[in-house]
């Protein structure tokens, strides 16, 4: 439902996650702080999958009141050429709400089906609770158009007795609705680790080995 998943096989959900190097933990209830923990699980799979790296992945308590209130940051530099970024929200499911987050490039251009990058046309895919968008990067020469702060914005504008009786309904903490930011992104920078395997007792030191890589 809206505010909870029911019926959650948790036992065959952290088998899948063993497989997939245990990148999800599941817990008993999706539900309040963990209720979009399952979209993130599949989130980092196909970031996995297809040679990504995570950028950010949190949820937010964003307050929700009338005026704009920054949600977050993700930082991207002149060697990443693509980037996927996610957000997730019960305020799409309300038309009035659906537009109320949006996400900025750094020029300042709020990023929609009709947005390009450096000429590259974005593609938005839109859900009854999610916005999934995907950002092809031109070449370096043109970094001024991609690198630097993208920006994920809730505004909220309205009669204030409206909007606090949604926020009411949909809040997980009072004052605040839930909002989930994931974004990964591919680079020419690799960062390939590991850790020392078997077990370790608590206390003892851990080797962390680490390469980077530039194009390979």
Known sequence: GAYGVEGIE????QQIAEDTDALFRVVQSISGE???DLEAFYFKVFAKATGRQLAL??????PYSPGMTLVSTVDIVSCDR????LVISELYRVPQFETALFLQDPTGQIVDPSATIGGIAV???AGDHYRLYRVKFPPRSESDSYSGAW???LQVEGDP???????????VVPGYVPVAFMAAVGSDYRLEASITPGEVLVG????????TTEAW
Request: proline share 5%.
């Open 82 to 85: 693509d980037a996927d970024f």
């Open 10 to 13: 948790t036992t065959k959900l």
């Open 57 to 62: 992945d949190p949820l937010y308590m964003v």
């Open 161 to 171: 007795a409206e909007i606090k009786r949604y926020a009411t309904s949909v809040q």
């Open 123 to 125: 593609h938005v895919k």
């Open 34 to 36: 963990h209720r979009y």
């Open 204 to 211: 003892e030191p851990l080797r962390l080995s680490a390469r």
């Open 151 to 153: 920006r994920l914005y």
